[in-house]
């Protein structure tokens, strides 16, 4: 129903910015939801940030005033922009669709292919 494309990731240095992104297609008009996870070695996935519909964002702890999630509705594609990157940041980031199916009122979760974010000291 909904298909996830995401991009950006890459090797840095820490201090340094990257921009993560990614492209939702399929049936983009029942998403709920949209966010984007981490998953390190080793460890179970855990939220980043989300985005809402209508624009409400929510962010981790760890992330608040480094990290902004960010939509373009016209491309149905969301962002990541990451800003101030430690090495603790490394880790795999998926992208997340909640999307509501017509037929049901429960939310089916979509996840991209995860892209490899790394910093280095």
């Known amino acids: 129903q909904v298909q996830l494309v995401e991009s950006g990731g890459g090797l840095v240095q820490a201090g340094e910015s990257l921009r993560l992104s990614c492209a939702a297609s399929?049936?983009?008009?029942?998403?709920?939801?949209m966010g984007w996870y981490l998953q390190a070695p080793g460890k179970q996935r855990e939220l980043v940030a989300t985005?809402?519909?209508?624009?409400?964002?929510n962010y981790a702890d760890s992330v608040k005033g480094r990290f902004t999630i960010s939509r373009d509705n016209a491309k149905n594609t969301v962002y990541l922009q990451m800003n101030s990157l430690n090495p603790e940041d490394t880790a795999v980031y998926y992208c997340?669709?909640?999307?509501?199916?017509?037929?049901?009122?429960?939310?089916?979760?979509?996840w991209g292919q995860g892209t490899q974010v790394t910093v280095s000291s």
């Open positions: 997340n669709a909640a999307v509501r199916p017509f037929w049901s009122g429960s939310l089916v979760n979509y």
């Open positions: 399929g049936s983009t008009s029942r998403i709920n939801l």
């Open positions: 985005i809402s519909s209508g624009g409400s964002t």
